[in-house]
């Protein structure tokens, strides 16, 4: 939330880690609504169960773990592969780092410029300019 700011809504689904009483609690505290999905329909929540599946079949399914810092550090390097450098065609083949950035970049307000054409100061009592 720091990040991208906080969303409207919680969407998922009827898992145990979503309905325990501190996420609950928590949720609550920050002011999120949260939505779950009707059971089986795993759709109304498919950008999720896509990643999810996709995290699972590529990553998980394919590497065998010592230790669970072994299984942050492969999941964190697919991670930074799966949002930096592979193209996504729901997002015109840029990756989702760079396609935040250029939303980002076309919601920002356009930087003033460094001169004003005219320098001549403004009388602020006056509706006239000087000179």
Not at 71 to 91: E, F, I
Request: hydrophobic content about 30%; aromatic content about 8%.
């Amino acid at each position: 939330m720091r990040k991208r700011g906080r969303p409207e809504v919680l969407v998922s689904d009827n898992g145990p880690e979503f309905t325990s009483r501190a996420f609950d609690q928590w949720r609550h505290q920050q002011g999120l609504v949260h939505h779950l999905i009707k059971p089986g329909r795993r759709m109304q929540n498919g950008t999720c169960e896509s990643f999810n599946g996709r995290f699972r079949d590529e990553c998980l399914n394919e590497n065998w773990f010592k230790d669970l810092a072994e299984a942050r550090q492969v999941a964190r390097g697919w991670l930074c592969d799966y949002n930096h450098h592979r193209p996504h065609t729901a997002l015109g083949g840029l990756p989702p780092a760079e396609f935040a950035h250029r939303w980002a970049e076309l919601r920002s307000p356009p930087a003033p410029s460094a001169q004003p054409s005219d320098t001549t100061p403004i009388n602020p009592d006056s509706t006239q300019r000087p000179g």
